[in-house]
């Protein structure tokens, strides 16, 4: 699931506001941005007393960040997910990211806090469509999460479609009764979908919703990238389209295993290109001026022009209406994409609007 593994889904026309007008000082710009989103979206629903707190999942990125991320905010993350794990042709299991994954490990338990490795595919649906090879990589698999000393796995599969769907749930299902005994999680990350009937090649088509509910603890969202490249500019993770994802994965699933996927990055649209900016990156920019700033209330995301550069994002304040969701539905929690490229008041923003 790093940025060009996401899953984008088609992207649906808006009206924004037009851009505003920027602020006399960049401390006024910013509050602008602030007051728009509190004052549209964050109310936070009074939740019952026997309501469990929603799991917070937040991906790690080595060298990202991540683990500066985790020892600051642990105690707001109940689990991590490395990217890690690589499934080959052959059904076996490499590491696909440098770096010690037991000192990971260690860090996140020494803090109380489970570990859920990435497990992706590195050869597209080769291990769905052969049942031997894929017998072959659940054996693989499960053995390097038992030897890890891992807590979960958090199953990643792209670049795949809907003739592969079966073989998906196949998986899943085999990881999950052979982890499942040992107390080992598994959770596994469906495209964005918004109903059961999908444009022909549409990757979102592979993600049984209703049958990967049955074989996982948790489904974690990717609810980014609505727009992205090599599309043109829009929000990444409109408020509307949002809540129509979630409203058909409440229909097909229970919603105490969904996990919401929250974006902390964005896309900076010119003609040079669309490289992706973290939300951290996109606020030192507006900090430093230069820049309209502006703030869709249809969509509820902050946006920025400067010259030719035309940059949507996510951060804490786009954040707290989908927290205030994830309370509304009685969703089981949230997935950060990723430790490290978040604001510095998302993690007041979940304490406020989604924890307490």
């Known amino acids: 699931m790093s940025l060009s593994l996401v899953l984008g889904a088609s992207a649906a026309a808006t009206a924004l506001q037009p851009v505003a007008t920027r602020a006399a000082t960049k401390t006024a710009a910013r509050h602008t941005v602030a007051a728009a989103a509190q004052s549209k979206a964050v109310q936070v629903a009074t939740a019952t007393a026997a309501a469990p707190k929603p799991f917070v999942l937040g991906y790690y990125l080595p060298g990202s960040g991540s683990l500066q991320s985790l020892e600051a905010n642990y105690k707001d993350i109940n689990a991590i997910a490395p990217l890690w794990f690589g499934i080959h042709a052959d059904g076996s299991v490499q590491h696909n990211s440098g770096g010690n994954l037991a000192a990971i490990v260690n860090a996140a338990h020494s803090l109380g806090r489970k570990v859920y490795i990435l497990v992706t595919n590195m050869a597209q649906d080769r291990i769905l469509v052969n049942a031997s090879v894929r017998a072959t990589a659940v054996h693989n698999l499960v053995n390097a999460v038992l030897q890890n000393h891992l807590d979960g796995v958090n199953i990643d599969f792209e670049s795949i479609d809907g003739t592969d769907a079966q073989g998906l749930v196949d998986f899943v299902s085999a990881v999950h009764q052979a982890l499942a005994p040992h107390g080992i999680a598994t959770s596994v990350a469906v495209g964005p979908r918004t109903s059961s009937q999908l444009p ?83 606020i030192a920019q507006i900090d430093a001026g230069n820049v309209n700033l502006g703030w869709s209330q249809a969509q509820a995301e902050p946006y920025y022009t400067s010259g030719s550069h035309d940059v949507w994002f996510e951060d804490s304040y786009s954040a707290a209406p989908k927290f205030t969701l994830v309370r509304n539905q009685h969703l089981g929690g949230i997935a950060l994409w990723y430790l490290g490229a978040e604001d510095s008041q998302f993690w007041p923003t979940v304490q406020s609007d989604l924890l307490n």
Do not use: R
């Open 200 to 282: 022909v090649g549409d990757q979102s088509d592979a993600y049984s919703y209703a049958a990967l509910g049955k074989v996982s603890d948790y489904v974690v969202l990717m609810t980014y990238d609505e727009h992205c490249p090599p599309g043109g500019a829009g929000p990444i993770a409109g408020l509307p389209w949002v809540k129509n994802v979630v409203k058909y994965a409440e229909s097909q699933m229970p919603a105490s295993k969904i996990l919401l996927g929250i974006a902390a990055y964005g896309y900076d649209w010119s003609q040079a290109g669309t490289p992706t900016v973290t939300a951290s990156q996109a």
